[in-house]
């Protein structure tokens, strides 16, 4: 009775680090490697006024700091952005595409306004 006690309690216990193993791992993934990615940027009453459609492109947190960067392919800048912003990592690969539209709304933007950083395109 006790060994099955152990095993439940040491299965509970596995399972919950794997949540956040798995959290880790696409975390750790994708600053190594790429992913995509849909950016916003919020002015100070909460307006969005940048947003960023990225795929595969490796974003980083800047070290002591709230911010993050990473390299616009398109121009090859590097990009920081700091303050008020939200990222969201869209799911996608060359089977899947990515569903940005379902991002959007994580982070209260119209995926199809979402200019190379302006928000919205006109």
Known sequence: MRSRLVL???????????AGLERS???????????????????????????WKLVNV???????SDGIYWKDSSTSHLVHISGWYNRV????NVYQSPNFDEASKLVGVNVHQCGNGK???Q
């Open 8 to 18: 439940v309690l040491l299965t509970i216990i596995f399972l919950s680090a794997c």
């Open 25 to 51: 791992c696409s975390s750790w993934g994708a600053t190594q490697f790429g992913g995509n990615w849909l950016v916003a940027q919020y002015r100070f009453d909460g307006t969005p006024f940048n947003c």
């Open 58 to 64: 490796s974003i980083a947190n800047e070290s002591a």
């Open 89 to 92: 990592q869209v799911p996608g």
């Open 119 to 121: 928000y919205p395109v």
